[in-house]
């Protein structure tokens, strides 16, 4: 219908001025009339000119005035020929009224404030409505005293757009649909040859193409990558996520009592519930090291059972990637070594703001002959700094397979206290012993969360909204890459 009237008027008339006048007069909506202006005007059929009219708005506090009258008019007419207190008077008009309505009729001169508020004038003229109300209908106000009602936000401004049309080079009273394909059908009929076919326009540009988008852990996970490559380390094969309770907690001297091996801490497999590929001599050593010591200890002294070494679970840490690899490399002549992991873990906690049930693991280690505790710390600082961390400070702290054990804090800036960032320690003898390694083989070893210092980095305070389900796909598509302080 639109479209008609504009074509049909333009046959007979040479151009629409204004197309908020013409939507009134054709009672069309004006919005549904600019967007058929646009398709006309794409097509060539007319010329569109973009008009704007600034206009005014009364705010939600001017409606109020221009219903029941200005502030310092209430006020005024509030008061009585022999004056009032100032409380009667606020309780009389309310606090809003009154502190409005003080101001401007004292500024207006209308009344004088002491211990009583009295009139100092008769009457008063109340124009500030007098003008809300004019604007309200449309009528035209003066420059100044548009700037005093905005100065009091009681307008706001409001730009209206339409356009003025003409003929374009392709006019017709009537659009012809252009076809956009030449189909069978067409051939068939022959009616291709009166067919007006759409042109191509190849200046126009495709949809984007959404390529990979890198998730901030990577990217983070990434630079710890090489800076561990650039201290020399050599990653660990971190590809089983299942693990048995042998590797994961037994073969770390762990005992089989210990808290954290219960099923509201780990996650233990049904199917397959257990492993039957363990080393024989070494499962026979660890378990008289438990049950009885050796090497300076005295061991745990309980009766250590296979069965529970070889339940099945997803590994809480990757230090059961480690034991693994230590063992290996006591199997032969020794080599000292550094490795590093970055992988998931998985530990059963309740979840909330700081908490998963999955998530990872970085873990670093030192295995080689006469090493201190010196040694480690030495390493922390030269790994933590390499992360931008140069203030450390180191809190004896206590872990089944290491002695002596450090928690490590770092000093953060932006919330000016010390945090912890890691846990540290020695492998204990009863955990590297029964792998074969010689007696003067230390091995230091230091771990922490990826997903902390990423939150830190990418400023989110929910771990949820950085992994897991609920993660906002555009949060990755944002994110540029985070440099960590790398020396």
Not at 80 to 98: A, C, M, N, T, Y
Not at 126 to 145: F, P, R
Not at 318 to 327: E, G
Not at 390 to 409: D, G, Q
Request: proline share 5%; with cysteine; net charge neutral.
């Amino acid at each position: 219908m639109a479209e008609e009237a504009v074509l049909g008027y333009l046959e007979k008339n040479e151009e629409i001025s204004d197309s908020g006048e013409f939507a009134a007069q054709h009672c069309l909506d004006h919005n549904e009339l600019v967007n058929m202006i646009k398709s006309l005007h794409g097509f060539r059929l007319i010329d569109a000119q973009d008009i704007k009219k600034e206009s005014w708005l009364l705010t939600d506090e001017g409606k109020i005035y221009a219903a029941a009258g200005s502030p310092e008019v209430q006020l005024f007419l509030a008061i009585p020929p022999e004056g009032i207190s100032r409380d009667e008077l606020q309780k009389k008009v309310g606090p809003s009224v009154f502190k409005i309505g003080c101001a401007q009729a004292s500024k207006n001169k209308w009344v004088e404030i002491k211990q009583l508020v009295t009139r100092k004038v008769e009457h008063v003229a109340d124009n500030v409505k007098e003008m809300l109300v004019q604007i309200q209908n449309g009528e035209m106000v003066g420059q100044e005293d548009i700037d005093a009602l905005k100065r009091r936000k009681l307008i706001t401004p409001q730009t209206w757009k339409g356009y003025s049309v003409k003929k374009g080079p392709n006019y017709a009273p009537k659009r012809k649909k252009a076809a956009t394909d030449l189909t069978r059908e067409n051939l068939q009929r022959g009616d291709w040859k009166e067919l007006e076919f759409k042109e191509y326009n190849f200046n126009a540009k495709g949809q984007p193409s959404e390529g990979g988008q890198l998730h901030p852990l990577l990217k983070v996970r990434k630079q710890l990558q090489m800076i561990f490559l650039q201290m020399g380390f050599e990653e660990m094969p971190t590809n089983n996520f299942v693990e048995s309770s042998f590797w994961n907690f037994d073969a770390l001297f762990q005992p089989q009592q210990h808290p954290a091996r219960d099923s509201h801490d780990t996650f233990y497999l049904q199917v397959p519930s257990t492993t039957r590929e363990l080393p024989e001599d070494y499962v026979e050593r660890v378990k008289h090291i438990h049950e009885s010591g050796g090497y300076g200890s005295r061991g745990y002294g309980y009766d250590w059972k296979r069965e529970e070494a070889e339940k099945n679970l997803l590994r809480t840490h990757t230090t059961a990637v480690s034991a693994r690899v230590l063992y290996s490399l006591g199997q032969g002549p020794f080599t000292p070594k550094k490795y590093f992991s970055i992988d998931r873990v998985f530990r059963n906690e309740a979840v909330d703001r700081t908490h998963l049930a999955e998530f990872h693991q970085i873990e670093g280690l030192i295995c080689d002959r006469g090493l201190t505790l010196g040694d480690l710390i030495g390493v922390l600082h030269d790994f933590f700094s390499r992360l931008g961390m140069s203030k450390l400070r180191f809190k004896p702290a206590y872990n089944p397979y290491t002695e002596p054990s450090m928690e490590i804090f770092s000093y953060h800036e932006g919330l000016g206290k010390w945090v912890e960032i890691g846990n540290s320690g020695m492998f204990r003898p009863e955990m590297l012993r029964p792998m074969n390694l010689p007696e003067d083989v230390r091995v230091i070893a230091w771990g922490l969360s990826l997903e902390r210092p990423t939150m830190i980095l990418y400023g989110i305070d929910n771990i949820r909204d950085l992994f897991g389900h609920k993660v906002d796909l555009g949060l990755i598509k944002r994110n540029p890459i985070c440099r960590i302080g790398i020396n």
